[in-house]
């Protein structure tokens, strides 16, 4: 799954199609977890499923956090560890796809 809070990419029509169904949803404006709910609406309504995004080494492109945070990365049984137990996380120098797409939590220098 890729989360959200870094961002998500969704094609134009795939967005056409997710408004028109929308309220069908329920999705809530204001949650912390609109991009479940979203991932889950366009799975459910629409049958359009996830893609995964990481490169041909399993590095991740989509980032939940800041790039040092996942360089020292340590499985904790959260979250994060949860939503990628299914395949694995890349820890270390592993982590990152050299074009990776986004982070989240980034601050200003």
Not at 26 to 39: F, G, K, L, N
Not at 67 to 88: C, Q, R, V
Not at 91 to 109: M, N, Q, R, T, W
Request: proline content about 5%; aromatic content about 12%.
């Amino acid at each position: 799954f890729n989360s959200g809070g870094a961002g998500y990419a969704l094609s134009q029509q795939t967005l056409r199609e997710f408004r028109s169904i929308m309220d069908e949803c329920e999705v809530r404006t204001h949650t912390a977890t609109e991009d479940v709910m979203i991932a889950q609406c366009l799975r459910n309504v629409l049958n359009i499923g996830l893609t995964d995004t990481r490169d041909s080494q399993q590095r991740e492109r989509f980032h939940p956090f800041a790039p040092a945070t996942h360089y020292t990365w340590t499985p904790k049984d959260d979250w994060y560890d949860k939503y990628n137990m299914e395949w694995g996380l890349q820890l270390g120098e592993d982590c990152c796809a050299p074009d990776s797409v986004s982070f989240h939590y980034i601050k200003k220098p």
